[in-house]
Structure formats: structure tokens, C-alpha cells
């Protein structure tokens, strides 16, 4: 079902001090204590996983990985599975995050196979994508998003959909502070939707929560959010500080 989503991507940050700190500040800042229309992720490193989700256990904050590997199990030194995830209660995994796609050189063909073992193994999966500056400059940026869709999900059953969260983050706002305006997000928002519409079903589409992600931060929040088809947000640095990660998830 399509919900508001906040999500904070923790990435290579928080040792098992700062993650503690951290989650400690958010409980105790947290007014919704029960799950409502929408929901709030966090997504520690994996060493920390297991602790985070046992800390969060009774509240509304839920815990997703930053990634997976795409085979089951085996000789892949450093990396971990689907199941591993799901054996210490992990239920959605980030897939597709640029930075994965640059520095360890994250294809889509790659990425499909993740989507599809994390679909297989009942993961949800908050799979990102998203344009780079020279694409968007030239105009070539809803051709690039329609590919990276149809490369890693538009493979996908229907019924596989109910396990997909969208993230569109365009490349040039991640970490940049430079932030796509609200009708840029906007307008991105619907294609990808519309695209959905297209491959599957109008129907199916308007069930999809299509994320924003790129410098999402207190002060830009709410006019993003308050876009028609931005159901939520990926947050990076703004994630790292209880404060202006609840302002962001209040302001839905
Ligand atoms: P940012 O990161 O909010 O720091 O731009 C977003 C992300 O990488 O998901």
C-alpha cells in the first residue's frame, strides 16, 4: 500500500556509540508511537543492524540494510545475504544506491539479480536510481530513469510490486546540498509513475510510494513532500541528526 516514507540511509557512518546515541534521541523525540499512514526507516552499517533493530523493537522505527548480495550464499568473502538479513529480522534492503552503482561499480544488470533474490527471500526493497548532471543538462534524464527502471524491475511480476519501494535520486543532489526544486521532483515523480502505468497497470502505480532522495533536509522537506506524487524521502546527511530527521518525518 502506498504510504508516506521517511527513510535515513546512514551510510558509512555511526560506530555502535553513535548509533546507540542516535536512536536513543529519536525514541525520545518520536510523538508517533504508533504505526499510522506513515512509516520511518533507519539504515545503519551492517555490523550495527542487529543492535538497532533490537533498540527500535517496540516503537515505530523500522531497520533496513544498506545492501545485499545477490547469491543466496557461498565463497563471496565480505559480503552478506538475503537471509542473513532476514534471520536477524531485517525486512527491507536498499538496493541501487549511486553510490554503490560508482565506487563498486553497481550495474543495472547487477542489480536486477539483487532485486530478484531480495524478492525471492520476501525482502522489500527501496531501490534507487536517478540521473547524473550531464544527463539532466542534455535533457536525457527521463530517458536514463526509464532505463535503469526497465533494466532492474520492469521484469517483475505484479504481485512482486507489493515488496518495491521507489527511490528517484537524482546523482547531482546527493550530498551536493543542491536540491532538485519541487517541481523538478515533481515532474519526475509522475513519469516514473506514469512509466509504471504503462508496463503494468494504473492501478498498480497509484499503490507504489515514490521516494525523493539528494540533499532531503528540515529546511526543504515539507515543500517537497508536499508534492502530489512524492511519497517520502531518502535522506543521507540530514539522517545523521535526530533533530532534523524528525522535522523531516513531522512535516508529512
Ligand atoms: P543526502 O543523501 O541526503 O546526503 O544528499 C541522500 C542519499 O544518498 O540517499
Known sequence: MRKYIIAG???MNNDLGASKLLITNLLNGLVDKKSTEKRIIVSPSFVNLYPVNEWVKDSV????????????SGA?????SASMLKSIGIKTVIIGHSERRTFFNETDELLAKKVET???????????FGEQLADRKSENHFNVVEAQLSKALFQLKNSAWNQIVLAYEPVWAIGTGETASPEQAQEMHLFIRNLIAKNYSQELANTISILYGGSMKASNAKELLSNLDVDGGLIGGAALNSEEFLTIYNSI
Open 61 to 72: 522505527i523500522e531497520v533496513a540494510a544498506q545492501n545485499m548480495h545477490f547469491e543466496q
Open 118 to 128: 531480495a524478492i525471492q527471500n520476501e525482502l522489500e526493497v527501496i531501490f534507487c
Open 76 to 80: 563471496f568473502t565480505g559480503e552478506v
Open 9 to 11: 540511509n546512514w551510510k
